[in-house]
């Protein structure tokens, strides 16, 4: 089947289209990796004018800051005028425009000429007269109480986690004389290095953790993610083109012999799938060799392994999305979507790489680290990855589920195609608790994703937010399977069934939801948003025997009664499931704040 799917796939493609994709592959990674290597990527290029003259000292600077664009003296409209009438005494005045981007460019401009007298005094023969202060820093893990103080304090001790000229106790050591870094780092367990990457891939991973005060920088590896972005880009054109093979098959009936033919549909779409998976790993690896040979190391397996799955899931929601389209025209709208979410869900939790566990849900945050030196381990990886994996196997599943002729040549609209997809997999009772249970990496990643989004908020409104994004999400996904199957007539609408199904529902969600225990791995859970989101269901809570047993009982006992409610409502029609579905989520929701109250 994949041999088929080769074959025919390359047959219709004729030689200058195979030419200009590949050019245009070939130029996307040339810009982004030969941005990265220049220097990165420059969003407020000569975004200020400063009026100087080219005899003038400071014109050098202004002349290299990226923000800053000389301008001759006279020239009107200039954020800063230069005056500099005695060039030789190395002295002017500044004056700027009575704007707030005129404000703006005089801390570029300031900033600018640091740097420079900056590179100057690198330059010096003496460097222990040019820097005789030099500081190094040595990350160390902060205990779970030190992090989220509701005063915005980072907590006791946490003043001695940065040493150096403010006085810290030794985490960072500073010493003078002689321009060298005094000391070895830190001496506490658990230090996390930050590599000081030299040379050409010095600019792709952000921050400096040696030299003189004012070059220390924070680690924050901005290069490093628009670098690891590179790995997103091959998915874009793999989903176009596997997208249009599924949708291919559903026009004028194309895919009708398929059906008949004596392989099962699980046979069918994986033959037709692997191709596309293959070319995606073949793309991740070719790119992560390139990076190995630009950062000297970085961009190993590990990244490979960590964007696979990734790959997986863009497949699995494009295999999805081609099944429930019913032209090309919506396909396209699938595909743009899933592009955007999915880019979006990797990219930004990836942003805190080295701030937050919650970085982690991101399966680019091993690649940032992979980039970057650091060891991941293995609990690490399944959390960052267990969830992608689990997600592609289910839509995978829920795509196959449509695979069939009353699906695949009819026109329906794309809500009641995913109907379809849930009532086909219903064959008795319990199957609504397997939906249930499979829900949960949906609802997983939802509520991480929401964990990511809310993390900057106040944490007051930022837990209030996220347990309302709980309710709604785990209520929907409890209730979404009992409805399609009272829609799909796969069961009789009457009150006991619905009860019996509810319950089912809430159970099956309920165990499957014992699998978040994995929190603990990677110290989400020491977080205050990740207490709100997972203790609630029992993870993590120091109460004591009893309380522990409440507390695993009290979530059983509120899926089943909230699941139990938007059933009944789905015997009715869908205006009524939706009316005892909000009623459910308010349920839920007031159970939530108030164990996340009690629990402080």
Do not use: C
Request: hydrophobic share 50%; net charge negative; glycine share 12%.
């Amino acid at each position: 089947m994949a041999r088929w799917e080769v074959s025919r796939t390359t047959g219709t493609v004729d030689r200058r289209t195979a030419v200009l994709g590949a050019v245009a592959l070939l130029l996307t990674l040339g810009v982004v990796a030969g941005g990265l290597l220049a220097g990165g990527v420059a969003l407020d290029e000569d975004i200020y004018a400063v009026a100087v003259s080219p005899d003038s000292p400071y014109h050098e600077p202004v002349a290299q800051s990226t923000p800053l664009e000389p301008v001759p003296v006279g020239a009107p409209g200039a954020d800063v005028y230069v005056d500099d009438r005695d060039p030789s005494d190395r002295e002017a005045s500044v004056s700027v425009a009575d704007t707030p981007k005129g404000e703006a460019a005089l801390a570029a401009f300031r900033s600018a000429v640091e740097r420079h007298n900056g590179r100057l005094l690198a330059a010096e023969a003496n460097q222990s007269a040019a820097f005789p202060v030099g500081v190094t820093l040595s990350y160390v893990e902060r205990a779970s109480e030190r992090v989220g103080a509701s005063d915005g304090a980072v907590g006791a001790g946490a003043a001695g986690d940065a040493g150096g000229g403010a006085g810290g106790s030794g985490d960072a050591d500073t010493g003078a004389g002689g321009g060298d870094a005094a000391g070895g780092g830190g001496s506490g367990d658990g230090a996390l290095g930050v590599p000081d990457f030299g040379g050409a891939a010095g600019p792709l991973f952000g921050g400096q953790p040696t030299g003189s005060p004012a070059e220390i920088a924070p680690p924050f590896p901005f290069s490093s993610l628009v670098l690891a972005f590179a790995f997103l880009v091959p998915m874009n054109f793999v989903i176009q083109a596997y997208g249009s093979t599924i949708l291919n098959e559903r026009i004028n009936r194309r895919g009708e012999l398929l059906l008949v033919a004596p392989l099962s549909k699980t046979d069918i779409v994986a033959g037709k799938t692997l191709p596309y998976a293959g070319v995606a790993l073949a793309a991740t690896a070719v790119i992560a060799a390139g990076v190995s040979v630009a950062s000297g190391g970085g961009g190993g397996p590990l990244s490979v392994a960590a964007v696979f799955p990734i790959a997986l899931v863009f497949l699995a929601a494009t295999f999805v999305g081609a099944m429930f389209a019913r032209s090309f025209k919506e396909l396209t709208f699938v595909t743009v979507t899933v592009s955007v979410a999915l880019t979006t869900y990797a990219f930004v939790p990836a942003i805190f790489a080295t701030v937050t566990p919650v970085a982690l849900i991101s399966p680019l945050t091993l690649v940032v680290r992979d980039l970057q030196g650091e060891a991941v381990s293995i609990g690490e990886y399944l959390f960052s990855t267990g969830p992608f994996y689990l997600v592609a196997g289910t839509l995978f599943a829920l795509g196959i589920g449509v695979y069939r002729e009353e699906d695949m040549f009819t026109q329906r609209a794309v809500p009641l195609k995913f109907l379809d997809a849930l009532a086909v997999r219903l064959h008795r009772p319990s199957d609504v608790a397997l939906l249930a249970a499979l829900s949960l990496p949906f609802v997983f990643v939802a509520e991480l994703l929401a964990l990511a989004l809310l993390f900057a908020l106040p944490q007051g409104a930022a837990i209030v937010g996220l347990l309302v994004v709980v309710a709604v999400v785990e209520e929907f996904a409890k209730g979404v399977a009992v409805f399609a199957g009272f829609h799909g007539s796969r069961f009789e609408a009457d009150l006991p069934t619905a009860l019996k199904l509810g319950a089912l529902s809430g159970a099956g969600f309920f165990v499957a939801e014992k699998a978040t225990g994995v929190v603990q791995i990677v110290g989400l859970g020491s977080l205050p948003l990740g207490e709100a989101a997972f203790a609630t269901s029992g993870v993590g809570a120091d109460i004591g025997v009893l309380g522990g047993l409440a507390l695993l009982a009290l979530p059983l006992v509120l899926h089943v009664v909230t699941a139990a409610v938007a059933a009944v409502g789905a015997t009715r029609g869908i205006r009524s499931w939706l009316l005892t579905l909000a009623v459910a989520m308010a349920i839920h929701f007031a159970y939530d704040l108030t164990v996340v109250s009690a629990l402080g």
